[in-house]
T-cell receptor
Framework: GENVEQHPSTLSVQEGDSAVIKCTYS??????FPWYKQELGKRPQLIID?????GEKKDQRIAVTLNKTAKHFSLHITETQPEDSAVYFCAASNPLTGGGNKLTFGTGTQLKVEL | DAGVIQSPRHEVTEMGQEVTLRCKPISGHDYLFWYRQTMMRGLELLIYFNNNVPIDDSGMPEDRFSAKMPNASFSTLKIQPSEPRDSAVYFC??????????????FGPGTRLTVL
């Protein structure tokens, strides 16, 4: 089955700096890669996703890049703000195996944006 | 829509007791997922259903755990008997099958379970 590794486990940046979180996956047939943000005590919520037919996707201050050859994808947050502090999870899915949108999650990255 | 609804939000019980967690998915969604979240193990998929049928229960930790989905609007996750190591936040999530194969999972608020 799919295995997703995520690094780093914790990340501390100064407000205004950029943050990068990286994930690797094992199933070369995976073709959907969402990122979820989980604030303290809250539920995970989708913030951006990328499909295998594109290499990069951007939404305001966040962007995701995908390298299918190397089987890794990354989340980039620019101009970080205190409200970006949360745990971020990457995930991978192969709709052709397991059915539907079964997601395999990474272990999460605790991002702290310091003033 | 009110989103995915879970109950109870918090549950404190004693070891050996039966615990039942409940979930109402978003109307029209045909996939339902149960996750467990702990600091040590992260977010683990326990089981998921498609059209009320269990598809993959390989994540269920042991026979003490069982899940049912009697209809499209209700699912339960039961732990009997409960143990302290079952203490965690349990999330239910749902997704729908649209024109795309890629469909967002919407999470419920979670149930924080504490087994003493």
């Amino acid at each position: 089955g799919e295995n997703v590794e995520q690094h780093p486990s914790t990340l501390s940046v100064q407000e205004g700096d950029s943050a990068v979180i990286k994930c690797t996956y094992s199933d070369s047939a995976s073709n959907y890669f969402p990122w979820y943000k989980q604030e303290l005590g809250k539920r995970p919520q989708l913030i951006i996703d990328i499909r295998s037919n594109v290499g990069e996707k951007k939404d305001q201050r966040i962007a995701v890049t995908l390298n299918k050859t190397a089987k890794h994808f990354s989340l980039h947050i620019t101009e970080t703000q205190p409200e970006d502090s949360a745990v971020y999870f990457c995930a991978a899915s192969n709709p052709l195996t397991g059915g539907g949108n079964k997601l395999t999650f990474g272990t999460g990255t605790q991002l702290k944006v310091e003033l | 829509d009110a989103g995915v609804i879970q109950s109870p939000r918090h549950e404190v019980t004693e070891m050996g007791q039966e615990v039942t967690l409940r979930c109402k998915p978003i109307s029209g969604h045909d996939y339902l997922f149960w996750y467990r979240q702990t600091m040590m193990r992260g977010l683990e998929l326990l089981i998921y259903f498609n059209n009320n049928v269990p598809i993959d229960d390989s994540g269920m930790p042991e026979d003490r755990f069982s899940a049912k989905m009697p209809n499209a609007s209700f699912s339960t996750l039961k732990i009997q008997p409960s143990e302290p190591r079952d203490s965690a936040v349990y999330f239910c999530a749902s997704s729908g099958t649209g024109v795309s194969s890629y469909n967002e999972q919407f999470f419920g608020p979670g149930t924080r379970l504490t087994v003493l």
